[in-house]
Structure formats: C-alpha cells, structure tokens
C-alpha cells in the first residue's frame, strides 16, 4: 500500500509559477513509476509528466514541455513539479500517481490539488 498526499496548489496569475509536492507513505526507491496527471472540468484525466524509479527516465505531455518539471527527492519520499509559464489551460485538478510492478504491484492516486490559472 502506498498513500500520496499532493500539496502546492492554488490561484496563480498567467505567466506564473507554482510548486506542486507530492509525498509517499513509503520509499519511493520501492516505486517504478510515479507521474503527475490532472483532469479538467469536463475533460479526460491526462499525464503532465512522469519519472522513473532512478530518476533516469522522464516523460512530458507535449503542452508543458519546456515549462514543466518533473524531479524527486528519495531521501523525502516526494516527487515534485515546477510549474512555470502557466497559462489559463493549466487550469485542472493535479493528481500524484504510484505505479509498482514488481512485488507486490500496485496503482496508487493520491486526492488530487487545485490549481487555478486566472486573472
């Protein structure tokens, strides 16, 4: 079992910045995959990004590409995303996903933060 706890988002203007955390209840060393997804009202939950358990290997959506990243931190169980550039279709629910393969496998979601790109 893994429980992910999302933090950072809120109200930004256009053209700003925001840091959304994402913390495991466990070693994220012991995670394959874990990636940032949101879903917009009336909209499809989409992949923002991803990272591989060795932090080797990361995957944007082409629309945050270059605004975007994707980073964790093993020693604090989090993974994090720098939002900068947002625009008003940043606009969505941000969730933190776990995927584990191997043992014990598993697909965790965390709760899901607000992120709201406005004027």
């Known amino acids: 079992q893994v429980q992910l706890v999302e933090s950072g988002g809120g109200l930004v203007q256009p053209g700003g910045s925001l840091r959304l955390s994402c913390a495991a209840s466990?070693?994220?060393?012991?995670?394959?995959?874990m990636g940032w997804y949101r879903q917009a009202p009336g909209k499809q939950r989409e992949l923002v990004a991803d990272i591989t358990r060795g932090g080797f290997i990361t995957n944007y959506a082409d629309s945050v590409k270059g605004r975007f990243t994707i980073s964790r931190d093993n020693a604090k169980n989090t993974v994090y995303l720098q939002m900068n550039s947002l625009k008003t279709e940043d606009t969505a629910v941000y969730y933190c996903r776990a995927v584990i393969t191997n043992i014990d496998p598993g697909d965790y979601w965390g709760q899901g933060t607000q992120v709201t790109v406005s004027s």
């Open positions: 466990r070693s994220i060393l012991s995670i394959n995959v």
